[in-house]
């Protein structure tokens, strides 16, 4: 099994009062998507950026935000295209999701689209040198 390394405890605690600091039912919803990521992507770097929580893995995978409606899920436009179907209930933008709070998350789809930016992103990476024997 690969070793994780540690995440920033400054990042991860910046994470967390984001999340805090959010009002139901946002709390609740940022808090079952932090462990959906985290139990996706377990590798990536738990930060903010853009003022929002985000998971980097050599790129940032997707950011997600709280407003008094719905929470954001910002995947990126490749992802939004590529499940452009599934989220067609769902109402979207260039880069973003809007999961409302009067709906379930659609917590598959949203594993899905986690596992779909994982894999996008290892396709970016050259691949590495056989080892020497």
Known sequence: MARRKPMPAAASSAVVAYIDAAAEPARTRLQTLRSLVREEAPDAVERMAY?????????????????????????????????????ASLHTSKGAIQLPHDRDLPVDLIRRIVRWRLAQVSAKRPPTAPNAE
């Open 51 to 87: 003022g929002l929580p985000t998971w980097y893995q050599g790129e940032n995978l997707l950011h997600f935000g709280a407003f008094a409606r719905h929470v954001g899920l910002y995947p990126g436009p490749a992802a939004i295209e590529a499940f452009a179907a599934e989220l």
